[in-house]
């Protein structure tokens, strides 16, 4: 079994910039990590990706995040994180850690971020 906790989730004012964390632990091992990354979900709307890594270091964006959001990972921590900058309104949403691991999705339980105007 994989554990994902997510931290650094907040309220912050349109423009600024947050930084999330996601340490996986439990059962985990490097080799089989096959990708991590991040998703959203706000109220009404269905769960989107807005980062992914992938073992080899290819990343993927969103358009409607590409050039503001940036995905990064630590594999001697376990963790990945996700820098986010000249946040807008509508990044608001619960953000959540994903990995994909021997071939089996975990996810984590969620960190709000609140961008006000």
């Known amino acids: 079994q994989v554990q994902l906790v997510e931290s650094g989730g907040g309220l912050v004012q349109a423009g600024g910039s947050l930084r999330l964390s996601c340490a996986a632990s439990g059962s985990i091992f490097i080799f089989r990590i096959n990708a991590m990354g991040w998703y959203r979900q706000a109220p009404g709307k269905q769960r989107e990706l807005v980062a992914s890594i992938t073992s080899g270091g290819s990343t993927n964006y969103p358009e409607s995040v590409k050039g503001r959001f940036t995905i990064s990972r630590d594999n001697a921590k376990n963790t990945v994180y996700l820098q986010m900058t000249s946040l807008k309104p509508e990044d608001t949403a619960v953000y959540y850690c994903?990995?994909?691991?021997?071939?089996?999705?975990?996810w984590g339980q969620g960190t709000q971020v609140t961008v006000s105007s």
């Open positions: 994903w990995i994909l691991h021997g071939g089996t999705n975990y």
